[in-house]
């Protein structure tokens, strides 16, 4: 789970709201399923069942939209009714993870179930983690286990936690702040489950974290490749921002080598035949969070350079996205159709790429033109708006679709054609 998470206040972005962003990292196959889950009460005493253990449930959850990888209780992406939105990132280091715990997607969905604001979120996910500890499988294929990192943000304020085992720390955001596969803080934290010692504050980064690991996933690299475009931006961030920092392959887009990076150095992930490279952006998010409301913007497929964001709302109808996708192709699922797109835009990336962001950044500009102005709009009108926004999105994916099928397709580049007939045979693709 290499991703990266970023934010805006509303002392940085053009219009005020609160900006929050995540690219969802994940194995080739494992597809994300986009989903609306209602507020709910439940009896004193109730369990629930997280990934990999057993917890006790909260009297009241939240309404959530969520991101998940299919085979998991917990979520890559995540925002609930109050605007209370947050991203997680796998951060590396040097303790032995428990048996069975809380495991990084679940504390991102326990954040937003049970956190009515920002730092009610990171309370209680501090207390879980006291709790219950971190550990168990976080992979889909195979067996990888790592700690976390999360980007909490509200209406008003946002805050970066670090987690380790039963350890926790948080601190406040100022104004933009960006998260990738690392921790950040260090003796600087507003709370934590560790205390001073004779008079000073640890430093939690230096105590805790695996500096070759994070390296051996270019973790400083991205994160403060995002931070530098936030900062050339602050006090204009938009929505369109946020999603072109998301899309980031660097300074000069044309001397992006897809198949011959060694290490996953770019924002805007896409998997590369060698191990390090073995994940790409199987879904995105961008929070939209003010005193208006709540919009949430979300690519469900994956590819985030090749995908077009599309508007949920917490009040009226969710689009019909088929049935949930699984790790092997799912007939009429919206995110298997779209890797019929994304699997052939690949083996001709830097020809097609524009091309087909051409056709998806007109339907974005659209959108994101008229969405916000929809937060306090009645009920039928946000279902006649997201419906309206599907469609036309999965307009254009057919329509390249059915020109990419009438093409020849043939990989040149021999690992990466390789990597592809893997992938592509182990989720039963029918490319």
């Keep these: 789970m290499m991703c990266d998470s ?17 690219s969802a990292d994940t194995e080739v196959n494992e597809a994300e399923h986009v989903a609306r889950y209602p507020a709910h009460e439940y009896r004193d005493g109730a369990l629930v069942r997280i990934t990999h253990r057993t917890i006790p449930q909260a009297t009241r959850t939240h309404a959530v939209i969520l991101g998940r990888s299919f085979w998991a209780w917990g979520a890559e992406l995540g925002c609930n009714e109050h605007g209370v939105a947050v991203g997680n990132e796998a951060a590396f280091s040097n303790q032995k993870a428990e048996a069975d715990g809380a495991c990084c997607l679940d504390l991102l969905r326990i954040a937003v ?26 992979q889909m294929m195979g067996n990888f286990y790592f700690d976390t990192g999360l980007l909490i943000a509200d209406r008003r304020e946002a805050w970066v936690v670090n987690c380790v085992g ?30 001073a010692e004779n008079g000073r504050r640890p430093d939690f980064r230096a105590r805790f974290a695996d500096e070759k690991r994070e390296g051996e996933v270019a973790a400083l690299q991205r994160e403060c490749r995002a931070l530098e475009l936030l900062r050339r931006r602050k006090g204009e ?38 191990e390090s490279r073995f994940w790409h952006a199987t879904g995105a998010m961008i929070t939209d969070s003010s005193e208006d409301g709540v919009l949430v913007w979300m690519t469900a497929t994956s590819a985030t350079d090749l995908s077009c964001f599309k508007p949920l709302f917490f009040e009226g109808s969710m689009p019909d996205m088929g049935p949930p996708p699984e790790g092997t192709y799912t007939e009429r699922s ?19 790429k524009p091309e087909i962001r051409g056709e998806f950044d007109l339907l974005e500009q659209d959108f994101f033109r008229e969405g916000p102005g929809l937060k306090t709009a009645p009920r039928h009108v946000k279902s006649e708006f997201v419906e309206e926004c599907w469609r036309r999105a999965e307009e254009v994916t057919d329509r390249w ?12 580049h021999d690992a990466y054609r390789a990597m592809w007939d893997r992938f592509n045979r182990e989720g039963s693709f029918p490319l």
């Excluded at 970023?6 to 995540?22: H, I, P, Q």
């Excluded at 920002?118 to 219950?132: K, L």
């Excluded at 919206?334 to 097609?352: I, N, Q, S």
């Excluded at 679709?401 to 040149?412: D, G």
């Design 237 to 274: 961030i938009t929505v369109y921002e946020m999603a072109a920092i998301l899309r980031d392959v660097g300074e000069d887009p044309d001397s992006y080598n897809i198949a011959d990076d060694e290490l996953p150095t770019r924002l805007c992930m896409h998997a590369g035949p060698c």
């Design 166 to 195: 039963r350890h926790w720390a948080a601190r406040r955001v100022d104004d933009v702040m960006a998260i990738s596969n690392r921790y950040q803080i260090t003796d600087d934290w507003d709370l934590s489950s560790l205390e």
């Design 334 to 352: 919206l995110w298997w159709k779209h890797e019929r797109l994304h699997r052939r835009a690949v083996a001709d990336y830097h020809a097609l």
């Design 113 to 138: 179930e049970r956190g009515q604001n920002a730092r009610e979120a990171v309370e209680v996910v501090g207390r879980t983690v006291e709790a219950f500890g971190q550990g168990g499988n976080c």
């Design 401 to 412: 679709i059915e020109r990419l099928e009438k093409r020849n397709y043939f990989v040149p």
């Design 6 to 22: 970023f934010v805006a206040l509303g002392n940085s972005t053009k219009s005020g709201s609160v900006l929050l962003a995540k």
